[in-house]
T-cell receptor
Framework: QKEVEQNSGPLSVPEGAIASLNCTYS??????FFWYRQYSGKSPELIMS????GDKEDGRFTAQLNKASQYVSLLIRDSQPSDSATYLC??????????FGPGTRLSVLP | GAVVSQHPSWVICKSGTSVKIECRSL??????MFWYRQFPKQSLMLMAT?????????EQGVEKDKFLINHASLTLSTLTVTSAHPEDSSFYIC??????????FGPGTRLTVT
């Protein structure tokens, strides 16, 4: 059974701080990893994708992947109130399907 | 980025009727489309995967005779909820993908069955 786990939160951070979101997965053959942001009542939007071990940076966002530990994280620097949302981790194995985690609710306090 | 549209964005229907939801990839050809359902405060649940020109693959527990999926072309997939009941009320989201690329989500359709 493929599983993707995330802390449901809420994770509260003050404005300007670094928010750290974590995700673990159980399927060792997973190859592609994605972070989506979902605002309440809206559909998810892709923030980052990462395919190889290490860090990948895009603006204020950094995705980190450690396949040996089966762990992927998302760091948000200089957090803004507009970053308050639910963040979904998604993992894709050899097949077509993505497996989504339950999401972590982030609240950035002004 | 790639754009995926859904229509309608919201719909209210009476119990026992059928509702069709359209999902379109506007600027790319989607070889694969996915249909998800999301209940309040819960994560996305994959309902089915469809490839253009072939039958959809349904996830365990999803009734294929109730949720009819047609992926008629590389830019259009439809989900028909047949004989809808109040427990089918949910947020239905499609996503589309080109070969080897990430998924792009549509804006979702909120279905309320009264």
């Amino acid at each position: 059974q493929k599983e993707v786990e995330q802390n449901s939160g809420p994770l509260s951070v003050p404005e300007g701080a670094i928010a750290s979101l974590n995700c673990t997965y159980s399927d060792r053959v997973s190859q592609s990893f994605f972070w989506y942001r979902q605002y309440s009542g809206k559909s998810p939007e892709l923030i980052m994708s990462i395919y190889s071990n290490g860090d990948k940076e895009d603006g204020r966002f950094t995705a980190q992947l450690n396949k040996a530990s089966q762990y992927v994280s998302l760091l948000i620097r200089d957090s803004q109130p507009s970053d308050s949302a639910t963040y979904l981790c998604a993992v894709r194995g050899n097949g077509q399907n993505f497996v989504f985690g339950p999401g972590t609710r982030l609240s950035v306090l002004p | 980025g790639a754009v995926v549209s859904q229509h309608p964005s919201w719909v209210i229907c009476k119990s026992g009727t059928s509702v069709k939801i359209e999902c379109r990839s506007l600027d790319f050809q989607a070889t694969t489309m996915f249909w998800y359902r999301q209940f309040p405060k819960q994560s996305l649940m994959l309902m089915a995967t469809s490839n253009e020109g072939s039958k959809a693959t349904y996830e365990q527990g999803v009734e294929k005779d109730k949720f009819l999926i047609n992926h008629a072309s590389l830019t259009l997939s439809t989900l028909t909820v047949t004989s809808a009941h109040p427990e089918d009320s949910s947020f239905y989201i499609c996503s589309a993908r080109e070969d080897g690329a990430q998924q792009y989500f549509g804006p979702g359709t909120r279905l309320t069955v009264t």
